[in-house]
């Protein structure tokens, strides 16, 4: 288990190292929070991101100016600003996470193919055991 948060890490940094080049890391990290949370408040980006409201405003105002998200106000608190990505936000993550697959699938290449099939196996066990059933809704073991 100790290995997980390795290969997590070199993702990451694949991930970071693929985004497109006009996106600073606060503004990457915020396309894949809102990815994961889309109807989100720009306090829930501010706490994600532990950083200031005015700050991540900004960030928003940088991202929607570019066309990756958008901001609409909440039908039951007016007051309330709900960001989604757009079309170009979520093509802008695909490309990224393509990438960063590619090169994933590269640094796996120095393993033989029994090694390579162990790994897709355990994958494929772990993945039983920790994603959730979709018929149940709930974990299996």
Do not use: W
């Amino acid at each position: 288990m100790s290995t997980i948060p390795i290969v997590m890490r070199a993702f990451k940094t694949e991930m970071r190292a693929n985004r497109p080049t006009e996106l600073s890391i606060p503004q990457f990290r915020t396309l894949i929070f809102l990815e994961c949370r889309s109807g989100a408040s720009i306090s829930d980006v501010a706490g994600h991101l532990g950083l200031s409201l005015s700050t991540v405003s900004k960030i928003i105002d940088g991202l929607m100016k570019r066309s990756y998200v958008e901001r609409s106000v909440a039908s039951n608190d007016r007051r309330r600003a709900i960001l989604a990505l757009t079309a170009a936000g979520k093509t802008a993550l695909k490309a990224t996470r393509e990438q960063a697959h590619t090169r994933m699938l590269e640094y796996l290449d120095i393993l033989s193919p029994e090694e390579q099939a162990n790994i897709s196996e355990a994958m494929r066990i772990l993945s039983r055991v920790f994603q959730p059933d979709a018929a149940t809704g709930k974990e299996t073991s």
